[in-house]
């Protein structure tokens, strides 16, 4: 019993640091940089560009695939442990990959990625556009003086509004039920915020569904090792997913789709698509037989 340790490791503390910090990077890329391409795109191109940008979120991931695949068929304990003296495969139950590696690679990635936004000016001129330098001066000094007129506004509005808050807490609750039951009715009547919602609950329930037991599926039923699982899920399903994007993207910017069309186009797609994952549940293999479970020992 004096040798006996709990098993225990603090490890994860990095890595859940680490996903935080990624977490906070990634956060601003979709609605600061749509807004960016709004602002400063016209509005012919900003579907095109806007199509582009999705095309390389999937492009991501798919690299990342073949990445984690890549990672898998090493073992986990790579660099420090002699790889002729690992007596297990790939294909073995005991089998761990170097799941950390990738972790490493994409920080250096991502560290790489950042460096150019640095060098990103503050103000653009917008797509088609042409500014003097004058002009552009003297619209920077403008703006500038509104902003800091907004801040100072804004500081004696915080304090007023924070001295509101604790003297009339209990009527500042009963003045904000009131006002807000018609906000959000007016969100449910939108229809075009509706429509993203439900694309946005049937894409993610097919995806997550798809990556949590797709993986495993492949495992138990074709013999695949866990890397295979991971890059053949890549190759079939990303690729189709960035080709849709930049179609679309196209589309919009050839036919001038509004926001309403473009709506309700991604909706009964997406419900097409969704009800046609469906036929999946009619694609059953026979269960592999498991000593003890469905056959007998002997």
Avoid at 36 to 61: Q, R
Avoid at 127 to 155: M, W
Avoid at 170 to 178: D, M
Avoid at 186 to 198: C, E, G, H, T
Wanted: aromatic residues 14%; glycine residues 8%.
């Amino acid at each position: 019993t004096d040798c006996e340790k709990e098993p225990g490791s603090m490890l994860w503390i990095f890595v859940m640091i680490g996903n935080i910090i990624r977490g906070v990077g990634e956060t601003p890329i979709m609605p600061l940089g749509i807004s960016y391409l709004e602002d400063f795109a016209k509005a012919e191109n900003s579907p095109f560009y806007l199509g582009c940008l999705h095309t390389a979120t999937v492009i991501g991931p798919f690299l990342g695939f073949l990445l984690g695949s890549f990672c898998a068929k090493l073992f986990v304990d790579v660099g420090s442990v002699n790889a002729e003296d690992v007596t297990i495969t790939v294909t073995d139950a005991r089998w761990v990959g170097a799941w950390w590696l990738g972790i490493l690679i994409c920080a250096a990635l991502n560290l790489l990625a950042g460096i150019p936004f640095w060098f990103l000016p503050k103000t653009l001129v917008k797509e088609g556009e042409t500014n003097e330098p004058e002009e552009h001066r003297k619209k920077t000094v403008i703006l500038l003086q509104e902003k800091d007129k907004n801040e100072a506004k804004q500081s004696i509005h915080t304090k007023q509004w924070t001295t509101y808050f604790i003297n009339h807490r209990t009527n500042l609750l009963r003045s904000f039920i009131p006002d807000f039951i018609p906000y959000l009715k007016a969100l449910f009547r939108n229809s075009v915020y509706m429509l993203f919602i439900f694309i946005s609950v049937l894409q993610f329930s097919a995806f997550n569904g798809m990556v949590s037991f797709m993986p495993k599926y492949l495992e138990q039923q074709f013999g695949k090792s866990a890397s295979d699982a991971i890059f053949l899920i890549g190759v079939y399903n990303l690729p189709v997913i960035c080709v849709g994007y930049f179609i679309g993207g196209l589309l919009m910017k050839k036919f001038k789709t509004n926001i309403s069309q473009a709506a309700n186009i991604a909706f009964w797609i997406s419900l097409l698509e969704y009800l046609l994952s469906f036929g999946i549940f009619w694609n059953i293999c026979g269960a592999l037989p498991v000593a003890g479970l469905t056959v007998s020992y002997e």
